[in-house]
């Protein structure tokens, strides 16, 4: 019989048995035997197995849940206040599980994110180097129809939006610089708002990356 030992910390710590038959290693001892060890290197292995497995059953969840591996957002601005705060975190289903559901075409009784209307989370332009905006989904244009009272046509199919805040936010992002004169196209549209978590997503907003 041939015994390979590991040494940790100085000391051999476990040993994987292999038999000169061919047979197979105990593998049931060698793993009792791993998740016994006290040896630094040994702990430090099995507690990044833990972290991975968590993440692995997160993001499986979520996916199922949310359609994405990665639901959620921070909060970066005050746009959506007092309904959203700059570090919350914001749960997303995505566009493809689900639907918009306007500010102007919502029942009395929907109401999301304590007014009617959906949220949505939209690429400005279509650009996929800038960051995402979250605002609330106010009405859908058609191209040929004035994007708001007596103002210029649409030029395609798509949205208009507006963060709820009322003293940064009064006008639609469409008369403003965050997508001057252009409707959100639904392929813009990463996904709608659901859920929210306060302030939680602060330590991630201090992160340089």
Same mark, same amino acid.
Not at 94 to 119: L, Q, W
Not at 135 to 162: N, S
């Given at each position: ?22 047979e197979k290693m105990d593998l049931k001892k060698t793993i009792r035997n791993f998740q016994e060890s006290?040896? &630094? ?6 507690? $990044? ?10 993001? !499986? +969840? ?50 999301? &994110? ?6 949505? $989370? ?10 995402? !905006? +979250? ?7 058609q191209a040929g129809e004035p994007m708001w009272e007596g103002g210029p046509l649409a030029p395609h ?19 403003g610089q965050i997508s001057y004169l252009t409707p959100v196209k639904e392929e813009w549209i990463i ?19």
């Amino acid at each position: 019989m041939l015994c390979s030992y590991i040494v940790v910390m100085g000391r051999k710590d476990y040993c994987i048995i292999l038999k000169e038959s061919g047979e197979k290693m105990d593998l049931k001892k060698t793993i009792r035997n791993f998740q016994e060890s006290d040896g &630094f290197f040994i702990s430090f292995a099995r507690d $990044l197995i833990s972290v991975a497995t968590a993440v692995l059953i997160f993001s !499986i +969840i979520s996916y199922l849940i949310f359609g994405m591996w990665t639901p959620m957002v921070a909060v970066e601005s005050g746009s959506m206040e007092p309904h959203m705060n700059i570090g919350d975190i914001v749960f997303i289903q995505n566009i493809e599980r689900t639907s918009v559901i306007t500010k102007a075409d919502a029942p009395s009784d929907y109401v999301s &994110f304590k007014d009617n209307g959906d949220v949505i $989370l939209y690429r400005p332009y279509g650009r996929a180097d800038v960051t995402p !905006i +979250i605002h609330r989904a106010m009405y859908f244009v058609q191209a040929g129809e004035p994007m708001w009272e007596g103002g210029p046509l649409a030029p395609h199919d798509g949205y208009i939006t507006k963060g709820d805040n009322e003293k940064t936010n009064r006008i639609y992002d469409q008369q403003g610089q965050i997508s001057y004169l252009t409707p959100v196209k639904e392929e813009w549209i990463i996904g709608v708002a659901r859920y929210r978590i306060p302030y939680i997503g602060k330590i991630r907003l201090m992160l340089p990356f």
